[in-house]
T-cell receptor
């Protein structure tokens, strides 16, 4: 019963460093999403994908990139980390019919 | 655009008290409405949903009714338990490619024994 798995759970980066947040799901969902959660601000959509090979920008895509080479995996890339990217990142996958999203446990990123 | 507004927390209640968390929305079109819950150290999980006006979603003793006339989807529970302590998020989805959700800011509930 893995569901949506994110790694790493915690990471500290220096300004200008790069990293990739990994996300994989085993529910064969076509839809996958990356959200960031800032304190008191709810969740904001960074990027989403409606299927392998298809990605699109959400509300706050600047500073991030994604790829979707398989149904299962949806990694999020930060190329030049900035303090404004300090946040908790959630990956989610979803069913087309019900609209329900299934979330990973989150990745807490700090940029110093 | 679409937006969701929730009452700010934290909300602190004693066990067995009545809970209401207010949620109002603005949306283009006819949204589906959701409540998600986030327990400490975990990701969000769906609590309940309603897809059209006057629908009532319910789960684990929680209820919310989709009120189109007041653009609201308030969460209620008659008797809260310590185990209900969590952060609650109201969200909406308008018919769009990808079923994207727009979330409110979240409301932290703390239930004391």
């Amino acid at each position: 019963n893995a569901g949506v798995t994110q790694t790493p759970k915690f990471r500290i980066l220096k300004i200008g460093q790069s990293m990739t947040l990994q996300c994989t799901q085993d529910m064969n969902h076509n839809y996958m999403y990356w959200y960031r959660q800032d304190p008191g601000m709810g969740l904001k959509l960074i990027y989403y994908s409606v299927g392998a090979g298809i990605t699109d920008k959400g509300e706050v895509p600047n500073g991030y990139n994604v790829s979707r080479s398989t149904t299962e995996d949806f990694p999020l890339r930060l190329e030049l980390a900035a303090p404004s990217q300090t946040s908790v990142y959630f990956c989610a996958s979803g069913e087309e019919v019900t609209g329900e999203l299934f979330f990973g446990e989150g990745s807490r990123l700090t940029v110093l | 655009g679409n937006s969701v507004t929730q009452m700010e927390g934290p909300v602190t209640l004693s066990e067995e008290a009545f809970l209401t968390i207010n949620c109002t929305y603005t949306a283009t079109g006819y949204p589906s409405l959701f409540w998600y819950v986030q327990y400490p150290g975990e990701g969000l999980q769906l609590l309940l949903k309603a897809t059209k006006a006057d629908d009532k979603g319910s789960n684990k003793g929680f209820e919310a009714t989709y009120r189109k006339e007041t653009t609201s989807f308030h969460l209620e529970k008659g008797s809260v338990q310590v185990s209900d302590s969590a952060v609650y998020f109201c969200a909406l989805s308008v018919n769009n490619a990808g079923n994207m959700l727009t979330f409110g800011g979240g409301t932290r509930l703390m239930v004391k024994p």
